[in-house]
């Protein structure tokens, strides 16, 4: 059974407390779920599954990836995460309420944000010249980051 989303992000602030946020969206505040959230909350930016549950067992050292997948799947039907397509590499989590779009290193897989302010004017000119809107940050930029640019 799908829940519907408890609260828009865009518009609540989020608690830098895992458990309170959990008990905020009427979401049992489970050792797992708060040690996900809490690794999400620390590390503030997208983020694959694997490295999410490397960050997550440091507060719960059992916690396996397939529980991370399962809270993942419980805190976007919450609301409180969304995820980003990140080309030929892994999806991509991070807390909701963040609509930077996300460029990602063809050659080593940085991620980085890049702020709405970045891109913004183009939306506008696209939605001005064909009447369409887009919403980026579902899916990810690729590119070569600085780092990568100097190797080559």
């Known amino acids: 059974m799908r829940r519907e989303p408890k609260a828009d992000l865009d518009t609540t ?6 458990e309170a946020l959990l ?12 040690a996900v959230l809490d690794a999400l909350i620390r590390h503030d930016g997208p983020i694959d599954a694997t490295t999410l549950t490397e960050l997550a067992q440091a507060n719960e050292p059992s916690i396996h990836e397939a529980t991370v997948y399962r809270t993942i799947g419980v ?39 890049i702020p709405q302010a970045a891109f913004g004017p183009m939306i506008k000119a696209v939605e001005r010249e064909s009447g369409f809107v887009l919403e980026p940050g579902h899916f990810a930029l690729e590119g070569v980051c600085a780092d990568c640019l100097e190797l080559r």
């Open 75 to 113: 805190l976007s039907e919450l609301g409180l995460v969304n995820h980003v397509h990140a080309g030929h590499g892994p999806s991509l989590v991070r807390l909701a309420g963040n609509n930077d779009l996300v460029a990602v290193c063809q050659d080593c897989g940085a991620i980085a944000d």
């Open 13 to 18: 602030p989020i608690p830098h407390d895992a």
């Open 23 to 34: 008990q905020q969206f009427g979401c049992r505040a489970t050792r797992p779920r708060v």
